[in-house]
């Protein structure tokens, strides 16, 4: 494990006059570890740093916009300096910083933002939810997940503990989109707009699927623009 990453990692980036300024103790109110953690942010891309206990090996993570665009694992300090200078200063892309090094790691998500259709990723979104529900990874009624996806295709879907909702911000949440929230619990149904339906007992119950698609359509946002690609507007 490196002792003192971020005062380490900082000589690194000046050694090659990189303006990249990690952030420290001085910067910051929250008690962090920088003896073990690095981070730095330049407009919408960020990066952080962090050590393997038993090791001498890194791992970097490359974020723009708060999607991850890629990561490394290795045990060359100079080398990380050279790619984060390469993402945050000289602005290169994933592709780039791949070419530079093949143990770099291209996000998915991240290029399908670059190269697919919003339509596309949708599709491949819904798509993998609904694999991961036959499979038995996420506990959800597989057939009101697809009447959902009949209704709601133009929505990212997400599950958190089970609990499925939607953003119209594609592989991000939408704070401003206040997506109603459905629980399978057996063969009842819950919907509604917290994801502790239970204690605040405002969710909507039906055994039925066509009233279980009813009741989330018409607590769906009236007045929301259509889905976006974060990296794209």
């Avoid at 990249?20 to 920088?34: A, C, G, P, Q, S």
């Avoid at 499925?164 to 929230?181: G, H, R, T, V, Y």
Wanted: charged share 25%.
């Amino acid at each position: 494990m490196i002792i003192g990453l971020t005062t380490k990692l900082q000589s690194e980036l000046d050694k090659i006059n990189s303006p990249v300024k990690l952030l420290t103790i001085k910067d910051t109110t929250i008690r962090m570890n920088f003896d073990s953690w690095a981070f730095a942010e330049i407009d919408n891309r960020n990066i952080d740093v962090c050590c393997f206990e038993d090791s001498e090996q890194m791992h970097l993570q490359l974020v723009d916009r708060e999607i991850i665009a890629g990561q490394i694992t290795i045990d060359n300090l100079a080398e990380i300096a050279f790619i984060i200078d390469g993402w945050l200063s000289k602005n290169k892309t994933v592709r780039q910083l791949k070419d530079g090094n093949n143990e770099f790691r291209i996000s998915e998500k991240y290029s399908n933002l670059l190269t697919l259709t919003i339509d596309e990723v949708l599709e491949k979104r819904w798509t993998n939810e609904y694999k991961s529900i036959i499979k038995e990874q996420t506990l959800f009624n597989a057939e009101l997940f697809l009447e959902l996806k009949n209704k709601l295709s133009y929505l990212f879907p997400f599950f958190s503990h089970d609990n499925l909702w939607f953003s119209n911000i594609l592989e991000l949440p939408n704070d401003n989109f206040k997506s109603p929230i459905i629980y399978c619990n057996k063969d009842t149904f819950e919907i509604g707009i917290t994801l502790d339906n239970l204690q605040k007992n405002n969710s909507f119950k039906t055994k039925n699927i066509d009233e279980a698609v009813h009741k989330t359509l018409e607590l769906l946002p009236i007045d929301f623009e259509k889905t976006i690609n974060p990296l794209k507007n």
